[in-house]
C-alpha cells in the first residue's frame, strides 16, 4: 500500500497538497491578469476553472489512501470519542456487547455439542428414537395423556450418523 499516508509525513503530503493548490490557482491568476483582467476578476475565473477545492483534495485523497481503511479509522475514532463522552452509554454498550457474545457463545457450544459433535458411543447406529404420539390431538387443545410410543431405529440427530470410539 504505496502513497504519502502510509508514512510518518502524511500530514505534510497534505500541506504540499494544499501549496500545490494555492500555486496552481496563483499561476492561473497571473495568466488571466496577463491578459489584461482586473486581478479581483483573474482570481475568480482562475478559481472557476480549478472547480471545488475540498472535492479536488478528497478525490486526491482517495487515490493517495485506501478509502475503506481512512473510513473505518475515523468511524473508531467518532465511537470512541462518543463512548468517552457519555461513560453511563458506554457501559450499557460494553453490557450488551458482552451479554450478546456470551448469549451468541452459549447457545453455539450448545447446539455444537447436541447436534454437530459426535456422540461417544461406539456404534451411534443402534441407538434408537423414542417419540410420543398424542392420537388426534390438533393445535390448542388440552393435553391427554400418551395414546402411543413410537420407536425409530434411525436417530435423527446429525451426531448419530458418526461416532467417536470411546476411550
Known sequence: MGGPFHTSDGKRALDDLDQ???????????????????????????????????????DTRAVWVRRWADDVRQDIRYGL???????????????????GIGANTAIFSLMETVL????????????????????????GAPR???SSVSVTRRCPLPACRHSRPTS
Do not use: C, Y
Request: no cysteine; proline share 6%; net charge positive.
Open 20 to 58: 500545490d493548490i494555492r500555486d496552481h490557482i496563483e499561476r492561473e491568476t497571473q495568466d488571466n491578469i496577463e491578459k489584461g483582467i482586473a486581478p479581483e476578476e483573474a482570481r475568480r475565473r482562475a478559481m472557476l476553472a480549478f472547480g471545488d477545492i475540498a472535492l479536488t483534495k478528497e
Open 81 to 99: 470519542r462518543t463512548l468517552r463522552k457519555n461513560p453511563g452509554f458506554a457501559a450499557v454498550v460494553i453490557f450488551t456487547l458482552a451479554l
Open 116 to 139: 454437530l459433535r459426535s456422540l461417544p458411543v461406539e456404534r451411534p447406529q443402534e441407538l434408537v428414537f423414542l417419540q410420543s404420539a398424542v392420537a388426534g390431538r390438533t393445535a
Open 144 to 146: 391427554t395423556p400418551i
